[in-house]
């Protein structure tokens, strides 16, 4: 199922992740040139000790950019972000829906996941972009904005972040940061969703100016990753 471009990478999945003698098999799911999706089938008394060390493995073998989104939409899942062959390619490791596991999932997501969320949806936008699915755009499009939203409240409106968009105007009207923060928000949320690739480099610039303004305030270490998804910004 691999395409000739990923079958170096899963080959080195397979035998790193799959290196530890709780996990019986590392199952190619999907493949093609953006986006990589493995089943990872381990022990159910193991699958916690492994999603705890998911994101250190995938940043020190393959130099995931971030830690892994954790997708609610696929189950126990953790999306990466990995630089390879001059792009960035999408790495989902599945590792099903084991009940120890799903008790450690549950808190509210860090700022760190928040951003995770936005650049994997971002690069995602940019296959719907290729292929002309504007609905599919679009939605992905509301989940970066949620994203957003949940970083800002995080960061910036501390104390607003339950409310999700509710509390957000006059939490951010009350600092110069958040007053500037509002001004952006409120260009991303005019923005329709893309339609080409230079509308959607011009989504990407609005959330990672999003993402540069809270960061440092919030003592959140962002800079790197940021500039790492600027640097691939060339792949859309």
Known sequence: MSTPT??????????????SPSVSRVQPLTADHDELALLVEVRDD???DLWSVLDLLMAAE???ILPGWRDPADGVERVYLVPWRGSLLRVRLHLGATQPLLDLLS???TATEYVAEGLVLLHRMADHVRAGRFLAC?????RVRRAVCGLVGLTVA???ESQGWYGLDDALEATPLG???????RDLLSTPAPESRTELAAVVDRVLD??????????VELAGPVDSFRRYLRII
């Open 179 to 185: 007053r500037r923060c509002l001004i952006l928000l």
């Open 107 to 109: 808190g509210e997501p």
């Open 46 to 48: 193991a699958a916690a």
């Open 158 to 160: 501390a104390g607003a």
């Open 62 to 64: 393959f130099g995931a």
């Open 138 to 142: 679009h939605a992905d499009l509301e």
């Open 6 to 19: 990923t079958v170096d990478i899963v080959d080195d999945l397979a035998a790193i992740v799959g290196g």
């Open 210 to 219: 999003i993402v540069a303004l809270v960061g440092r305030p919030a003592g």
